[in-house]
C-alpha cells in the first residue's frame, strides 16, 4: 500500500504525525482528497475534520483553519488549532455551542453574530470529531 506523510502542527506545537493511504480536508472551496503522488499544491483550509485513511481505519482531526500545503510525498497542516478525537474535551465544546447559540439568538451586530457562526462552527466541529460523526 502506498503512503503519504501527514503532519498537522499547531502555533502550540505538533498535533498528528504519521503515514496514510489518502488525506481527505476541508478547504476554503470544498472537500479535497489527497493521494500519495499529489502534484505540489497549497490551500487554505477552512473549518472542518480532516480525515486519515489508513488500511483498516480512519483517524479524525479536528481544524479550525490555516493552510494545507501538499507535496508527492507529504502533506503539511498547519492549523490554528488541532485537536484528535481523544484530546477534545467534549464539555466544553457542548458549552461553546451553547454560548455561539445564545449570542446568535441576541443578534446584537453583524460582528457579534459573525463571531458567533464562526464559534459555533468549530464547536460543531469538535463535537462531530469526538463522536466520530463525519
Ligand atoms: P472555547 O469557546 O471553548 O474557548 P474556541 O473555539 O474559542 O473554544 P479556539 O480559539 O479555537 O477555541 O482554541 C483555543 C485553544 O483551545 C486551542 O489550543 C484549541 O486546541 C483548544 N480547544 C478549544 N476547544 C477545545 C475542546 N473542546 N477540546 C480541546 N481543546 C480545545
Same mark, same amino acid.
Given at each position: &500500500?502506498?503512503?503519504?506523510? +501527514?503532519?498537522?502542527?499547531? !502555533?502550540?506545537? !505538533?498535533?498528528?504525525? =504519521?503515514?496514510?493511504? &489518502?488525506? *481527505?480536508?476541508? #478547504?476554503? #472551496?470544498?472537500? &479535497? %482528497?489527497?493521494?500519495?503522488?499529489? $502534484? !505540489?499544491? +497549497?490551500?487554505?483550509?477552512? *473549518?472542518?475534520?480532516?480525515?486519515?485513511k489508513?488500511?483498516?481505519?480512519?483517524?479524525?482531526?479536528? +481544524? =479550525?483553519?490555516?493552510?494545507?500545503?501538499?507535496? !508527492?510525498?507529504?502533506?503539511? *497542516?498547519? @492549523?490554528? =488549532?488541532?485537536?484528535?478525537?481523544?484530546?477534545?474535551?467534549? @464539555?466544553? @465544546?457542548?458549552? =461553546?455551542?451553547?454560548r @455561539?447559540?445564545?449570542?446568535?439568538?441576541?443578534?446584537?451586530?453583524? $460582528?457579534?453574530?459573525?463571531?458567533?457562526?464562526l464559534?459555533?462552527?468549530?464547536? &460543531?466541529?469538535?463535537?462531530n +470529531?469526538?463522536? %466520530?460523526? *463525519?
Amino acid at each position: &500500500m502506498k503512503t503519504i506523510t +501527514v503532519n498537522i502542527v499547531t !502555533p502550540d506545537g !505538533p498535533v498528528y504525525d =504519521s503515514e496514510v493511504s &489518502m488525506v *481527505i480536508a476541508v #478547504t476554503a #472551496t470544498g472537500e &479535497m %482528497g489527497v493521494l500519495p503522488g499529489h $502534484i !505540489p499544491t +497549497v490551500a487554505p483550509l477552512g *473549518i472542518g475534520a480532516v480525515r486519515l485513511k489508513k488500511e483498516n481505519s480512519t483517524e479524525l482531526v479536528a +481544524v =479550525s483553519g490555516g493552510f494545507l500545503e501538499i507535496r !508527492p510525498e507529504k502533506v503539511t *497542516i498547519l @492549523a490554528q =488549532s488541532a485537536e484528535t478525537a481523544t484530546e477534545i474535551d467534549l @464539555a466544553r @465544546a457542548q458549552e =461553546s455551542a451553547k454560548r @455561539a447559540e445564545a449570542l446568535l439568538q441576541a443578534r446584537k451586530d453583524e $460582528i457579534d453574530y459573525k463571531r458567533a457562526e464562526l464559534a459555533l462552527k468549530r464547536a &460543531m466541529n469538535r463535537i462531530n +470529531v469526538y463522536e %466520530g460523526n *463525519i
